[in-house]
């Protein structure tokens, strides 16, 4: 019997998705080689994927990937999975709106230097060695410092990128820095990752320059050694900022169209195009699928917890606490984190934890509260009491805070 997957198109919001002749998915080990590959078939609302061959659907560990063959778009990526849906199974597929996932230069400019600005990125040593090597211990470059980005757009999908910082390199025994501009002119495109679902895009270097301060004469080779590799450094976290800026934008999305409903553990986002718009924005098709329910309902808190402690607490003295955790109708709950936070001599904090047992009772170790009187404002008038609070959680209720004298 053939293995039957059904990918529905009745929630196709950024009216996209390719007619069934375009599709194909295929199931591939992992790791390992492709099972079999089909091409999809209409029907009224779905596109039937039907896989003849023994070994689908997998049961070691495997992926699928649905694409468009057409543009080369990404319609489904899994992840590794060792289960499957029974056939037929359904796969739920809902595409966002561009308006929700174009970004501007600014913006990715913004996203760019929040997260990547500041933070010494390690040039590979053999490069070090090969540089220094070249240039006579003169240039041996060791990190690089980004402390400024812009990202512009360009038609049909590619990034131009400026970045500013610093090199840092030993000259002979000693250690210095350079400043340095560097640009890239990136591609930017569906990753095609049946593996990684983190990994919406993919970036590809096309073009890259960089130009070092001036350290002294004859470094021209050392450079020319140098600039590719800050190119292959700098690419992975310019990809990594349009994932993460893909990746939140989309999980907006869901929240304005779908308000209460979130991801399954197991759908994918995909790219299923990437362009540059009349306005210089970068355009992004976004497809979220899976294999079964694509999204979820958590259900709502089961309410507030209650809880009562005994011997009732109190300062300088020294006593063992048990503490009884309810629901809101009284009865025991089991697994509830119970922590007590306690000032110090200082005024810091320092906290104790438990976990309920199957009666709902958290026993602590002998312990004596304490009070923090901490003075502030002008001349350490104003007087701060500092007390001990209790704090219990637990998964499905409201948690709760609140002080214990």
């Not at 009224?44 to 468009?68: E, W, Y």
Request: without cysteine; proline residues 9%.
């Amino acid at each position: 019997m053939p293995y039957i997957v059904n990918m529905s198109r009745g929630t196709d919001l950024g009216r996209f998705l390719p007619a069934a002749p375009a599709v194909s998915a295929t199931f591939a080990n992992q790791p390992g080689a492709a099972i079999e590959t089909v091409a999809g078939s209409a029907s009224a609302t779905d596109i039937t994927m039907s896989f003849a061959a023994g070994g689908t659907p997998p049961t070691a560990p495997a992926t699928l990937h649905v694409r468009n063959n057409r543009n080369g778009g990404d319609l489904y990526r899994s992840g590794i999975l060792a289960r499957w849906p029974a056939s037929p199974a359904p796969m739920e597929v809902w595409t966002a709106p561009t308006a929700l996932t174009t970004f501007n230069g600014g913006q990715l400019s913004t996203m760019a230097r929040g997260s990547v600005i500041g933070t010494p990125i390690a040039i590979p040593v053999e490069a070090t060695i090969g540089i220094g090597a070249a240039t006579g211990l003169i240039f041996a470059p060791s990190a690089i410092t980004i402390t400024g980005m812009i990202i512009a757009p360009a038609a049909p999908n590619l990034l131009n990128v400026t970045i500013v910082g610093t090199i840092t390199f030993t000259q002979i025994f000693f250690t210095s820095v350079t400043p340095f501009t560097a640009t890239l002119r990136l591609a930017v495109g569906p990753s095609g990752d049946p593996v990684d679902r983190s990994r919406i895009f993919s970036v590809s270097v096309q073009a890259s320059t960089l130009n070092p301060g001036v350290i002294s004469p004859g470094i021209n080779a050392a450079i020319a050694i140098l600039q590719p590799i800050a190119a292959q450094l700098f690419a992975p976290l310019i990809e990594g900022v349009i994932n993460n800026a893909v990746l939140s934008a989309a999980m907006g999305a869901v929240s304005s169209v779908l308000p209460g409903r979130f991801l399954a553990a197991t759908t994918s986002i995909s790219a299923h195009s990437v362009t540059v718009d009349s306005a210089g924005a970068l355009s992004i098709q976004i497809v979220i699928a899976n294999v079964g329910p694509a999204f979820v309902s958590l259900p709502p808190p089961a309410g507030t917890l209650k809880f009562t402690i005994s011997p009732t607490p109190k300062t300088g003295v020294r006593r063992t606490y048990t503490v009884s955790v309810t629901d809101p109708v009284g009865a025991a709950i089991a697994g509830a984190d119970v922590v007590i936070s306690n000032p110090s001599a200082t005024g810091a904090f320092q906290r104790v934890s438990a976990q309920t047992d199957a009666s709902g009772k958290a026993r602590f170790t002998p312990m004596t509260l304490r009070t923090f009187t901490k003075r502030t404002g002008p001349h350490l008038s104003e007087v701060e009491i500092i007390e001990p609070t209790i704090s219990i959680s637990k998964q499905g209720f409201s948690s709760i805070e609140t002080g214990l004298l």
